[in-house]
Nanobody
Framework: QVQLVESGGGLVQAGGSLSLSCVGS????????MAWFRQAPGKEREIVAV??????????DYTDSVKGRFTISRDNIKNTVYLQMNGLKPEDTGVYYC???????????RGRGTQVTVSS
């Protein structure tokens, strides 16, 4: 069973960058679909980026508001998934969570989150 720990959040000015990391413990990390979610104050949690599978190939998907600014990647040797965030905007503020799911299954494993605050 995978356990997840996020790091890398912080305070940054609009237009700046942050890099989040999520380290997974447990076996078969490479088989999991990995995702980053975020939750802003007073808003519902939304999925930001996914590193998943299509056939035997990894794929990536992003919510429209972050396309071209955020990049999700993974290193299966280090059991780590990353979220590189560039061109940050105040509306990107929130708690960012890493989550894992077996292909075709719901996200049932989630870290505790890391706070990202973007000042204007």
């Amino acid at each position: 069973q995978v356990q997840l720990v996020e790091s890398g959040g912080g305070l940054v000015q609009a237009g700046g960058s942050l890099s989040l990391s999520c380290v997974g413990s447990g076996r078969a990390f490479s088989t999991y679909v990995m995702a980053w979610f975020r939750q802003a104050p007073g808003k519902e949690r939304e999925i930001v980026a996914v590193h998943g599978w299509r056939g035997n190939t990894y794929t990536t998907d992003y919510t429209d508001s972050v396309k071209g600014r955020f990049t999700i990647s993974r290193d299966n040797i280090k059991n780590t998934v990353y979220l590189q965030m560039n061109g940050l905007k105040p509306e990107d503020t929130g708690v960012y969570y890493c989550a894992a799911a077996l292909p075709g299954q719901p996200y049932d494993k989630r870290g505790r989150g890391t706070q990202v605050t973007v000042s204007s």
